[in-house]
């Protein structure tokens, strides 16, 4: 519309001016046809400017653009090797020794009922939370601690802890929680337990709280399970003396172990031979003299 308009000015004034030619106004018409030749390029150059403003100011939106996106293929690149570095960053290797005893995967129920006072408020809240299951169970054979006494030729075995040694599946989901306060509703009316919307916060960091809290008791194994603790150490003690039969035929199970006590890591055969040579030689100084 805009360059139209401006030829338009251009065809009028060219009109113009062929009409003063031919009415041999030759001067005028010369004048009026410059005018026009001259207001036609200003329009030109304006127009040439303008262009050149916009393709201007894309180049250096362009350029913006294209520093950005250097940028993040600068923190890209940067992520993915740390990424593939991540991979090979071992912070600690240890043995593990453990031995499974059997696995267990079942089901529970952990309830919970409180009543308290907060900011003036009388609360109460309960709720039940499901716990599943699945989790090995064993001993952690680094724990041992093993002495030999070459006087009775008894290898004393300490620290039989029979406990979770890992899990493979544990969820725990809330199957309902309510919480209440005992207030009225108007001045006039009776306290009574009732909802407040304003407890809603409060009750999900009971919740979390509770769920965080069962979870890290999972670790030593729910209380829900204390009960198979002596059976199952039992077991565990009959196992060890078949385990380490081979080291010595007598094995005697202690509860607590001393300084004097090794790690299996540094029980062998020589450890008990050697005892056991130095016990014999001992007894037999003793029965010469």
Partial sequence: MKTNKRYLIFALLAGLSVFLLFNKLIIWGIS?????????????????NVKVS??????????????ALQNQN???IEENNFLKERHFRITQIKSI??????????????????????????????????????????????????????????????????????????KLEWDFFEIFEYRS????ADKKWMISD?????????????????????ENGPEEFSWIHTPIKQNVESLIKILFGGLCLNIKIVEKADDTFLQIDNLSFDTISEQKKLSEHLDYTDNIN
């Fill in 97 to 170: 020794l453990e031995l499974n005893l059997f696995e267990i995967d079942t089901k529970f129920t952990r309830s919970v009922s409180k009543q308290e006072k907060i900011n003036d408020r009388d609360i109460k809240y309960f709720g039940s939370l499901n716990v599943s299951l699945k989790a090995k169970y064993g001993i952690d054979c680094k724990e041992l601690r093993f002495k030999y006494d070459p006087e009775n030729d008894v290898l004393l075995v300490a620290n039989i802890n029979p406990k979770f040694l890992s899990f493979g599946k544990r």
């Fill in 198 to 218: 304003d407890l809603f916060q409060y009750a999900n960091t009971v919740k979390e709280n509770y769920r965080a809290g069962t979870e890290n008791s999972l």
């Fill in 185 to 188: 509703q108007n001045p006039l």
């Fill in 54 to 67: 916009h393709f201007q100011n894309n180049i250096k939106d362009l350029d913006e653009k294209n520093n």
């Fill in 74 to 76: 600068v923190k890209l």
């Fill in 32 to 48: 009026v046809l410059a005018a026009g030749l001259i207001i036609l390029g200003i329009q030109e150059l304006i127009r040439l």
